[in-house]
């Protein structure tokens, strides 16, 4: 099978093309205009384009099934070469506002939510995606295509403002080396130039990955799916905490190089008479004590045949006001799209 051409970055293409300066206008048909074809890169020679079709591949992915939601989120199944599916979603996070004279006074707001692997490895008892098992990594240029397939679908320019979260299906540190090539190709200036402060990687807390990341500076955001604050608990929910607990997680955290106006997501997934109790909320508190952290309290998305149940809007607004009432910063997700099944691998799974 030909490689995809978005499994590239500038310098890699530059010593596979020649001449090299070809590669900036090859670059702006492929994240500026978005092209289908080699043929439509107007300002090459024929040959050219010949080897590049030759050589690449321009649709590592397709669209198999888009679901509409009533907030206007818009979730994609993508079918990859091999067959397997995989799923990303469009989050419109604000409306454009106009100002009294008609005038725009900002544009609607993008978060693209994306995957990193075919099924996952870490296996969590909550998690659709877990329960397909793992299949395997996807390229640098398969997440790209995620991307990339959602603005062309939706005549999102250029010069738009998104963000991407790593939050759809698989583990993005278990993937690491084509996840941050992802993220360096994402952030090029010449192409869709989304600077790693727009993006943010969420982890089960694979610790020592999470250093790893740290020690590379790319200047990203962290989220750390903690959804408990004991290791008894969280090793039933993730079985990962085996093998990384939640002291060492916390270590990894504080070496994180985080910018100076930005703080790392403790995302705490809400089940219902499980981890919702005000106790909780207490140990979490104490156990950010000294970090940079904002909470993201998020509705456990109930499907059919799941274990657990969604909370009650009460217990997770009480569950918020402990938190914020003693100065720690936190959120509840609005579960945007959640009539279109957004909780990470629904879609697939009625698809299969
Ligand atoms: N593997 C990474 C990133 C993908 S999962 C991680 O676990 O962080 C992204 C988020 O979806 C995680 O926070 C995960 O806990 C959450 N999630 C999984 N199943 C869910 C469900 N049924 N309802 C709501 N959120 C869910
Ligand atoms: Fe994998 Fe994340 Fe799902 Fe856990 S929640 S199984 S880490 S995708």
């Not at 270590?251 to 930005?262: L, S």
Request: proline share 3%; with cysteine.
């Amino acid at each position: 099978m030909k490689p995809t051409i978005y499994d590239y970055t500038q310098d890699e293409l530059s010593s596979m093309i020649k001449p090299a300066f070809r590669v900036k206008q090859i670059w702006n048909w492929l994240y500026h205009r978005y092209v289908k074809s080699f043929d439509e890169m107007k300002n090459l020679p024929k040959e050219l384009k010949a080897q590049l079709d030759n050589d690449f591949s321009l649709q590592p992915l397709e669209i198999a099934t888009v679901q509409h939601s009533s907030d206007g989120s818009i979730k994609y199944l993508f079918r990859l070469r091999d067959g397997h599916t995989i799923e990303a979603v469009l989050l419109l996070m604000k409306d454009e506002e106009y100002h009294e004279d008609g005038t725009l006074k900002h544009h609607k707001r993008y978060t693209v939510c994306i995957s990193s692997q075919v099924g996952c490895k870490v296996g969590c008892a909550f998690c659709l995606t877990a329960k397909g098992g793992f299949v395997r990594n996807l390229t640098a240029g398969e997440i790209v295509a995620q991307l990339l397939l959602i603005k062309r679908e939706n005549d999102i320019g250029a010069n738009r403002r998104v963000n991407i979260v790593y939050m759809g299906m698989g583990e993005p540190l278990d993937n690491l080396d084509n996840v941050v090539k992802a993220v360096k190709i994402f952030a090029d200036p010449d192409g869709m130039a989304i600077s790693p402060s727009r993006q943010t990687i969420s982890t089960s807390g694979l610790s020592s990955k999470i250093e790893k990341l740290g020690q590379m500076d790319l200047g990203i955001n962290l989220a750390i799916s903690l959804h408990a604050v004991d290791d008894e608990l969280r090793q039933q929910l993730m079985p990962i905490n085996k093998a990384y607990n939640i002291t060492s997680i916390m270590e990894a955290v504080k070496h994180f190089p985080i910018n100076q106006r930005k703080r790392v997501m403790f995302e705490y997934l809400v089940i219902k008479d499980v981890n919702d109790d005000i106790s909780a909320a207490k140990k979490l508190l104490k156990l950010l004590s000294g970090i940079k952290a904002k909470v993201n309290l998020i509705y456990f998305n109930a499907y059919e045949g799941s274990p657990f149940q969604t909370p009650s809007r009460k217990s997770m607004i009480e569950f918020q006001e402990y938190l914020t009432k003693r100065g720690q910063l936190c959120t509840i997700r609005e579960s945007k799209g959640l009539d279109i099944s957004a909780a990470c691998g629904q879609l697939r799974e009625q698809n299969i």
